[in-house]
């Protein structure tokens, strides 16, 4: 699964990211790092600044090995905790909050979790729910349930009873956990991970 796209005329080999040589093939939702300044002023205009290396919210640039070697490495390297740091967050979360959230926002929660259609869901050790479909993760904490009058059990079956819906077992937290080292462990990303991944 891609973090972010790297822009390079050179060979350059980075797991998680979509290593290209032209802005034409990359995944506009995800950071880029266009490598070398002369792919930088082609790709971007001649107005492009050799002193700021951010050139809007999505796109950066470095020099390459050759032009500024200790530049390079330093850009490459905050970049990519830059991709990693931000991944997922332009997918949207709802908290379903069973203690102080309003019964009827609570409510409106709960029929779009059960009229998703192919949602992926995880359940932590931590007790935590987490449902993905239609490009939102819902979390349900299954510990604060057991302090309402709604029993944690019916939640839980109803949820494993969505339409096609897939279960995420520790199976897959385990193939999937050096990228959730990378991403600091952001559980919720899990079933994002799986429908979206080499998983799925």
């Not at 990359?26 to 300044?37: M, Y």
């Not at 600044?49 to 390459?64: A, C, D, E, M, R």
């Not at 390297?77 to 967050?89: A, I, L, Q, S, Y």
């Not at 995880?122 to 935590?128: E, V």
């Amino acid at each position: 699964m891609y973090v972010g796209n790297i822009v390079s005329s050179l060979k350059i080999q980075e797991e998680n990211f979509n290593v290209c040589s032209d802005l034409d093939t990359i995944d506009n939702d995800l950071p880029t790092l266009i490598i070398g300044w002369d792919n930088a002023k082609e790709f971007v205009g001649e107005n492009i600044s050799i002193l700021h290396k951010k050139i809007n919210q999505k796109l950066y640039w470095t020099f390459n090995e050759k032009e500024r070697k200790v530049d390079f490495e330093v850009d490459f390297e905050k970049f990519k905790e830059v991709c990693f740091n931000t991944f997922g967050d332009n997918i949207p979360y709802v908290y379903l909050d069973i203690l102080h959230g309003k019964s009827k926002i609570n409510k409106k929660i709960i029929k779009k979790i059960l009229s998703l259609g192919d949602p992926v869901i995880y359940i932590s050790d931590k007790k935590m729910v987490y449902i993905y479909g239609e490009n939102i993760i819902f979390g349900i904490d299954l510990n604060i349930i057991e302090y309402s009058s709604i029993k944690k059990e019916k939640i839980l079956n109803r949820i494993k009873n969505l339409n096609n819906n897939v279960l995420v077992t520790d199976e897959i937290f385990n193939k999937c956990k050096d990228l959730l080292y990378k991403i600091k462990y952001k559980n919720k990303l899990i079933p994002y991970i799986y429908k979206n991944g080499e998983f799925g």
